[in-house]
């Protein structure tokens, strides 16, 4: 007879244990906090030991819970994807939340080759700036931009991103050299670093960087550019389309290396959906083209 502790114990203690947060455990399993608190203590007793040391409000694990822990969570996700393997019910629409920038400039030009490949799969899309934390079920997947470290989830890194001006094709031919830029309106992304830091790489001094256009959304910023209001510094994944086209111009070839990449992020028991694998699928091998097309490194 297999010795096993309550399930729902040990599904708080994974949760509690994953987030190291009673309270965003009890959103997660739409719980109060009080029944966490109370179940991770029933299973503490069961088993005779201790796997949280609570000082306040912060919750760390201890060496036994770590330990639990790292068993746990792979088997919960064995479960889950087991029982969506087993399942023949309709998983509904895939439900995205993507970023409003990715979704204009990169995501919408390329679905309908997703589309015609799996017509069997509904699309949900939903464009926000906002995050969503993954606590509620209002979305299935998110792709975000950032360092890939989210906790409890898994995340999948698209395409490493770089920054280098940008412009009209008519404000580029004003253009000789990086010092030119002088001479014009600058259109900055927030935060407003990134131009003082594209210039400092390139050794250019005596560009104003404190003035200019700001606006608060990448695909906002490439749109002005376009216009010719000014020299952007492109996120160059995202302005790839329009310099292919012709509508937007690379006056020098200096990029400079952006921290934050994109990601593809859902929660870890969504891995055995067959929907979510094929959307990640089609997805990378997009990515990895454009990267390849914009002379971006390759993902890690």
């Not at 114990?9 to 109370?38: C, K, M």
């Not at 069961?46 to 639990?68: C, D, I, M, N, P």
């Not at 790839?240 to 990449?261: E, S, T, Y």
Request: with cysteine; proline share 5%.
């Amino acid at each position: 007879m297999r010795r096993i502790p309550p399930l729902g114990a040990l599904r708080a203690f994974e949760a509690g244990a994953r987030h190291l947060s009673f309270t965003r455990a009890a959103t997660e399993l739409r719980v109060t906090q009080a029944a966490i608190s109370h179940q991770v203590r029933q299973l503490e007793d069961w088993l005779g030991v201790s796997l949280f040391e609570r000082r306040g409000h912060a919750l760390t694990l201890t060496r036994k819970g770590q330990e639990y822990l790292r068993e746990l969570t792979p088997a919960f996700e064995r479960l889950s994807e087991a029982t969506a393997r087993l399942s023949k019910a309709e998983q509904g629409p895939l439900r995205l939340t993507v970023l409003p920038s990715f979704a204009s400039c990169w995501l919408l030009p390329r679905l309908g080759g997703f589309r015609g490949r799996h017509p069997e799969i509904e699309l949900h899309l939903t464009s926000a700036t906002e995050l969503w934390d993954f606590l509620d079920d209002r979305f299935d997947i998110g792709i975000r931009s950032g360092l890939g470290r989210w906790t409890g989830l898994r995340a999948e890194q698209l395409a490493t991103e770089g920054l280098s001006p940008v412009c009209s094709p008519e404000l580029a031919r004003k253009l000789r050299s990086p010092a030119d830029l002088a001479k014009v309106q600058l259109i900055h992304d927030t935060p407003k670093d990134g131009w003082r830091r594209w210039l400092d790489a390139a050794g250019v001094k005596g560009v104003e960087t404190d003035k200019g256009l700001t606006l608060n959304d990448a695909g906002l910023v490439l749109q002005a550019a376009r216009q010719g209001d000014g020299v952007a510094l492109g996120r160059m994944l995202l302005a790839a389309d329009d310099v292919k086209a012709g509508r937007l111009v690379q006056p020098f070839a200096k990029v400079l290396p952006n921290d934050f990449g994109y990601w593809l992020v859902h929660p870890r028991p969504l891995s055995g959906r067959e929907d979510v694998a094929l959307f990640k699928e089609w997805l990378l091998t997009e990515a990895r083209a454009t990267s390849r097309a914009a002379g971006l490194p390759a993902r890690e």
